[in-house]
T-cell receptor
């Protein structure tokens, strides 16, 4: 079983739709959770960072973590064509280890 | 807005040659990282660096790899004898001490080994 699994997509939605992106993980030692956006041939750009179960909102983005189910989600409201990118979940363990373990990424296409 | 900068953006090298990839992390950050992404695959951790020493490394980071912070601003990754399978995007990242997992990534160096 892979440590981090992410729905690969691609996901195609119309402009204005609500998008749900998800990852599951198997290692309960993961404590910190991040979502990155990556445009083609560019570096990952940090969108959201959280370490507790529950929801965290930032503008049109909401990150949700359920540690009991080992499941994290990113919701994008009022999606825009500029949101078209690959979304990567990433997670790390406690402060003793800083390496990020990434999911394989979900490619999102928002159609105008 | 502060950013991590990497040079060169693209490097082509012959198999067996040494390459040095360069990074300037965000100035007040204390932790530095290298990751790589082979085309179509996941971003993979290589190494983390703090206080002038390696704090963690992955199985990928074998003896042909080394990292250095030669001065107060640069952070380099050296690959001693490149192999075809080293072809990938290499990303440098940095993070502050107290927000230890909010890592900010550079734009990457695309390494092509021929």
């Amino acid at each position: 079983q892979k440590e981090v699994e992410q729905d690969p997509g691609p996901l195609s939605v119309p402009e204005g739709a609500i998008v749900s992106l998800n990852c599951t993980y198997s290692n309960s030692a993961f404590q910190y959770f991040m979502w990155y956006r990556q445009y083609s041939r560019k570096g990952p750009e940090l969108l959201m960072y959280t370490y507790s179960s529950g929801n965290k909102e930032d503008g049109r983005f909401t990150a949700q973590v359920d540690k009991s189910s080992k499941y994290i989600s990113l919701f994008i409201r009022d999606s825009q064509p500029s949101d078209s990118a690959t979304y990567l979940c990433a997670m790390s363990m406690d402060t003793g280890r800083r390496a990020l373990t990434f999911g394989s990424g979900t490619r999102l296409q928002v159609q105008p | 807005e502060p950013e991590v900068t990497q040079t060169p953006s693209h490097q082509v090298t012959q198999m067996g040659q040494e390459v040095i990839l360069r990074c300037v992390p965000i100035s007040n950050h204390l932790y530095f990282y290298w990751y790589r992404q082979i085309l179509g695959q996941k971003v993979e951790f290589l190494v983390s660096f703090y206080n002038n020493e390696i704090s963690e490394k992955s199985e990928i980071f074998d003896d042909q790899f080394s990292v250095e912070r030669p001065d107060g601003s640069n952070f380099t990754l050296k690959i001693r004898s490149t192999k075809l399978e080293d072809s990938a995007m290499y990303f440098c990242a940095s993070s502050e001490f107290r927000h230890n997992t909010e890592a900010f990534f550079g734009q990457g160096t695309r390494l092509t080994v021929v």
